[in-house]
T-cell receptor
Framework: NAGVTQTPKFRVLKTGQSMTLLCAQDMNHEYMYWYRQDPGMGLRLIHYSVGEGTTAKGEVPDGYNVSRLKKQNFLLGLESAAPSQTSVYFC?????????????????FGPGTRLTVL | GEDVEQSLFLSVREGDSSVINCTYTDSSSTYLYWYKQEPGAGLQLLTYIFSNMDMKQDQRLTVLLNKKDKHLSLRIADTQTGDSAIYFCAERISGGSYIPTFGRGTSLIVHP
């Protein structure tokens, strides 16, 4: 299994440009998440999905959109990038709630996408 | 509301024990996790503890939970340079949204 993969690994954008970050998981997980990580801020949840075709807002959703058309993929879109969106973006996935104890509730993280907006 | 607090930095000498502390606010937390993030990588689960446990040991790792004080700690025995990383504490509330809440992470620096 590849686990959780993210594409691309690095990207530089100019203010106002758009892009889509792709997250893929091959573990048949129901839940998927997008986080951003900034120095001293830890992880902040942007959006998440509890299953194919569903999405929900997290702590910092403004400026981002997501889609979960297929169970294994979770896309994060930036329609008009701003310098404040310069960050490292992590995708994660986990099993369905209630399917087991903490060991199966574990989140599995991708390697991250480093995005710079000039 | 949910809030998880950690100190930002810890520096130890190789071979010493490291203790990383975490406090949380919600007494209904059921699962508490420690994740490790190595430079340039994503987070990986290190260990976890159920709220009905006081201690869990796994090789060099010892997790202590003080439910009364809402305090969680991770002890790494015989700390090695390969243990240098950011360590995140996270909690998940029973019956809540299922979304875990992460602390800001503690950067562990191990020097010779």
């Amino acid at each position: 299994n590849a686990g959780v993969t993210q594409t691309p690994k690095f990207r530089v954008l100019k203010t106002g440009q758009s892009m889509t970050l792709l997250c893929a998981q091959d573990m048949n997980h129901e839940y998927m998440y997008w986080y951003r990580q900034d120095p001293g801020m830890g992880l902040r949840l942007i959006h998440y999905s509890v299953g194919e075709g569903t999405t929900a807002k997290g702590e910092v959703p403004d400026g981002y959109n997501v889609s979960r058309l297929k169970k294994q993929n979770f896309l994060l879109g930036l329609e008009s990038a701003a310098p404040s969106q310069t960050s490292v973006y992590f995708c994660a996935s986990s099993y369905l709630r209630g399917s087991g104890g903490a060991s199966t509730d574990t989140q599995y993280f991708g390697p991250g996408t480093r995005l710079t907006v000039l | 509301g949910e809030d998880v607090e950690q100190s930002l930095f810890l520096s130890v000498r190789e071979g010493d024990s490291s203790v990383i502390n975490c406090t949380y606010t919600d007494s209904s937390s059921t699962y508490l996790y420690w994740y490790k993030q190595e430079p340039g990588a994503g987070l990986q689960l290190l260990t976890y503890i159920f709220s009905n446990m006081d201690m869990k040991q796994d090789q060099r790792l010892t997790v202590l939970l003080n439910k009364k004080d809402k305090h969680l700690s991770l002890r790494i025995a015989d700390t090695q340079t390969g243990d240098s990383a950011i360590y995140f504490c996270a909690e998940r509330i029973s019956g809540g949204s299922y979304i875990p809440t992460f602390g800001r992470g503690t950067s562990l620096i191990v020097h010779p």
